[in-house]
C-alpha cells in the first residue's frame, strides 16, 4: 500500500465514521432531489393539472419554435421568384402602462418575403426579411440567419435596452427578391430596385415541388428590463407591426389562384390556446390597388425560455442545489478545521509528515462523496423532475440526453469543487466560521446578486469571474441571437460556456487548495 | 443573574475579535449603503431609504457570525464545560448571552444605520424620488420582481425603515445565537444562517410557481424582516407584521437553543 492509499484510507475512515459528516452528504443529495421534486408550479399556459401541458411546434431541426405571422400567399409550382418593395414598417410596443402601447418597433420585427413548404406550424421555410433594427436577413429553417446591409424602412427603437441599433445603411423603402431553383432558396434585396445586393442563398432539404410564397409581418414578444434603484425586474408583453408593401412581382410557375390571406398561429391554435403567438386580435390583411398592408403579431424563431418565451428548462428543476452547496461547503469546511478543534492535527500530521499529501486525501474524499452525493440527487432530478413538472402542465423545453448528462455531472462537479473550496479555506483559515462565511459569499453570493439586484451588465461580469460561473454547467437551452429575450440566470441563462464556467471555478479551486498546502508547510499544526 | 451577565459582558468584550467583528459590521453596511447611494440612478418611484439601506444586507452576514461566534467559541474551546460548572441553570447562560447579544449588535447596528441614512441622506440626489405609483411592471402576464409601491407614504415613514432595520439586526443576532447553541459548532450554524438569509431569497426567485413564491416570501427570515425597509408597505407582508414573523424565528431558534442546552451534555 503506497504511503498516499494509507493517508487516504485513513482520512475516508474519519468521514465515515463521524455521523453527522454521513448524515449531511445524504441530507445534500435529498435537498437537490426535494426541491427539483415539489409539485406546484403553476402550468404553463394557465392550467394546471396532468395533461394540460400545452405544446409547441417543433421545426424541421426538432427544436421547438414560435411560428406564428401574418400571410398574404399563393402556390408555387416549380422554380419561381417573387419581387416586392416594402415602403414602409410601423408598430406598437407595449409600454410601462400595459393599456397604453407606444410607437415603436422590436428589434426582430420582420417583414417581407416568406417561401415556406406549407402553412403547418412548424414547417420548412425561407425568409427575406427587414427587421426592426437589424437590416435586412435572410433567415431560414427558424435556427439559421444571415445579415444582409443595415437599414430598412422601420424606424429603428433606440430606446430599447434588449435590442441593437440603428446600424449604418440607409433608411427608407427596401427592395427584397427571393429566387427558388429546386431546393435551393437565394435572397437579394435592393435600395431602388435596380441595383441587386445578394444576401445569400439557403438550401431547404426535401423542398415539395409546390411550395406557399407570399408576403408576411410579424412581431415578436418584447421584452425590457426595468431597473429602480437595487430592485430589478422585467416588463413587456406582445408587439405588433404593420408592413406596407407595393410594387409586387411574380415570374416563374405560379399556379395563377388568388392571393389568399392568412393569420398563422395565435388564437388559431388546435387546442384554442396561445402558445407562442400574442394574438394581440389586431392582425389583419388589407389591399388597396397595389398596395398590400400586413399587419402581425408573433415570431417566426427558435423558442426561448424566459421574458420572450414560454415554459422552463431544465436547469430551473435543479434549484436545491443551492442548499446542497450550503451543506457541501459546511461538511468539506469542517472536514479540514475539525482537526484543529482537538488537535487532531497534530497526530495527523505525526502519523503521515507529507503535509500536501494529507490536504490532497482530504480534497480527494470530501470530493468524492459529495460528487457521488451530487450525481445521484441531479440523475434523479434530471429523469423524474421533468415527468412531476410535466404531469402538472408546466411546459419543459426538451433537452438533449447529452445535455443532461453534462448538467448531471456538472452539478455533482460544482458540488464536489465547491466542498473542495471550503476545504481548502478551512485549511488556511483555520476558523470553521470565517471559512464558511467566505465560501458562502464566494459562490453563493454573487449568483443572488446577479438574480436580485444587479443590472445585466455587472451581474454577468460577476458571473464570469467568481465560482458561481460554474452554474453555467446546468444551463439546458441554447440562446438564440436573433431571438430578443432577458438571457438572465433566473431563466437559465449564464454568460460562460459551460466548460469555461467550470474552469474558472477550478481554478479558484486549485488556487485555495495550493495556498492552503503552502501555510500548511510554512507554520506549525 | 447580574453575575451571569457580567460574566457573558466580559467574554464578549475580552474575546479576541469579537469588537472587530462589530466595526468591520458597520464599515462593510455603510461602506455597501454609500456605493449604492453614488451610483444607483434612481427614476422616480424609487424607494430611496430602503435604496440607502442596502447595506444592511451584506451587514447580516457579519452580524450572522457575530451571534454564532458567542456560543460557537465556547464549544470551539472547551469553555463551555466551565461555564456550565460555575453557572448550574443553563438556560439563564443562555439568556444572558442573548442579553450581551442584543446590547452589542443593537449599539453596532444604531451606528450603521445612522451612518446609512447620513450617507444615503449626503450622496442621493435630493428629490429624486417619492414613492409614487408610477411603476406597474406585471404587464401583460409577465411575472414581476418590482414591488409596485400602492400609494404615496407619508413624510414621517423614513423612521421606520431605520428603526426596523436596526430591529432586524438585532433579531439576526438572536437567531444566529440559537442555532449556534442548538448545532453546537460555529461552522454548521453560520452555514445554516445564511443559507436563511441567502439562499431562500434564490430559491424563491428561481421557483416559477407565484403561489410558492409568495410562501417562500411570507416565510424567509430575510425577506420578510426587511419588509420593514420598504416606505411604501409591502402589499403581502406588512413591515411590522413581517418583523413579528422574524421575531418568532429568533425565539423559535432560542428556545430549541435553550431545551437541547438543558436536556443534553454538553
Known sequence: MTAFARTLRAEWTKFRTVRGWVLASVATAALIVAFGLVPGMRGSCGKTGPGSECRLPVGPGGQEVSDSYTYFHQPLSGDGTITVRVGALTGLLPGDDPNQPRHGLAPWTKAGLLLRAGTVQGSSYAAVTTTGAHGTRLQYDYTHDLAGQPGGPGQPDTSDAAGGSSGTGSAGPRWLRLARTGDTIRGAESPDGVRWTMIGSARLPGLATTVQVGLFVTSPQYSGEVHRGLASGAFGGPSQATGTFDHLAIAGGWTGTAWQPDVVGGERDAVGDQLDGPATGAESVERVGDIVRLTGSGDIAPAVVGAAGLGVSLSQTLVGTFVGLIVAVVVGCVFGTAEYRRGLVRTTLLASPGRTRVLAAKAAVVGTVMFGAGLAAAAVVVVLGQRVLRGNGVYVHPTPTLTEVRIVAGTAALLALAAVLALGLGTLLRRGVTAVTLAIVLVVLPYLLAVTVLPAGPARWLLRVSPASAFALQQATPEYPQVANLYTPVNGYFPLAPWAGLAVLVSWVAVALAVAALALHRRDA | ?266
Open chain 2, 1 to 266: 443573574m447580574g453575575c451571569v451577565l457580567r460574566a457573558e459582558w466580559t467574554k464578549a468584550r475580552t474575546s479576541p475579535g469579537m469588537s472587530s467583528l462589530l466595526a468591520t459590521m458597520v464599515v462593510v453596511t455603510v461602506a455597501l449603503s454609500a456605493a449604492v447611494a453614488a451610483t444607483a440612478d434612481p427614476l422616480p418611484g424609487a424607494d430611496l431609504p430602503k435604496l440607502g439601506l442596502t447595506g444592511v444586507q451584506l451587514g447580516q452576514a457579519v452580524v450572522a457570525v457575530f451571534g454564532v461566534l458567542v456560543m460557537g467559541e465556547e464549544y470551539a474551546t472547551g469553555l463551555v464545560t466551565v461555564t456550565v460548572t460555575a453557572v448550574p441553570h443553563r438556560a439563564m447562560v443562555l439568556a444572558a448571552k442573548a442579553a450581551v447579544v442584543i446590547g452589542l449588535v443593537a449599539a453596532a447596528a444604531t451606528v450603521a444605520v445612522a451612518g446609512c441614512v447620513l450617507v444615503g441622506w449626503l450622496l442621493v440626489p435630493t428629490g429624486a424620488g417619492v414613492p409614487t405609483g408610477a411603476l406597474s411592471s406585471a404587464a401583460a402576464g409577465l411575472h414581476a420582481e418590482v414591488p409596485v409601491p400602492a400609494a404615496p407614504s407619508p413624510d414621517a415613514v423614513a423612521v421606520r425603515p431605520a428603526v426596523g432595520s436596526v430591529l432586524y439586526l438585532v433579531l439576526i443576532g438572536l437567531l444566529s445565537l440559537g442555532v449556534a447553541t442548538s448545532v453546537r459548532s460555529s461552522a454548521v450554524g453560520v452555514g445554516i444562517v445564511l443559507a436563511l438569509l441567502y439562499v431562500l431569497p434564490i430559491v424563491t426567485a428561481v421557483v416559477a410557481d407565484p403561489t410558492w413564491q409568495r410562501h417562500l416570501r411570507q416565510l424567509g427570515p430575510a425577506s420578510v424582516g426587511l419588509a420593514v425597509q420598504a416606505s411604501t408597505a409591502d402589499p403581502e407582508i406588512g413591515p411590522w407584521t413581517g418583523l413579528g414573523i422574524l421575531v418568532l424565528w429568533a425565539v423559535g431558534a432560542l428556545l430549541a437553543a435553550a431545551i437541547l442546552l438543558a436536556r443534553r451534555d454538553v
